[in-house]
């Protein structure tokens, strides 16, 4: 059974930064594209930011260069640096793994950040 098992959220003042990782675990060898989405108390999960093993990178449209997404090169391991963090970044992050027909969620790590 492959899993995904985030770490790194927790509470943060406005202005604040976070990293938050995720590694992959069990009989897969790595994913084509892994990546972030979130999920707050009163809004639908949305795209955080992907990155594809080319190192093709997307992001939601309100990150606006406050995030980072990277991956380690066995393709098993990706990080999402949180810089200049707002209320409005408060949410559960999940993360996601993808290769062929396989998509795999973790169970996500809060992030809570206070004004």
């Known amino acids: 059974q492959v899993r995904l098992a985030e770490s790194g959220g927790g509470l943060v003042q406005s202005g604040g930064s976070l990293r938050l990782s995720c590694a992959a675990s069990g009989r897969i060898l790595s994913f084509t594209t892994m990546g972030w989405y979130r999920q707050g108390a009163e809004t639908e999960r949305e795209l955080v930011a992907v990155i594809t093993g080319g190192g093709i990178t997307n992001y939601g449209d309100f990150v606006k260069g406050r995030f980072t997404i990277s991956r380690d090169k066995a393709h098993r391991t990706v990080y999402l640096q949180l810089n200049n963090l707002t209320p409005e970044d408060t949410a559960v992050y999940y993360c996601?793994?993808?290769?062929?027909?396989?998509?795999?969620w973790g169970q996500g790590t809060q992030v809570t950040v206070s004004s």
């Open positions: 996601n793994g993808r290769s062929g027909a396989l998509e795999v």
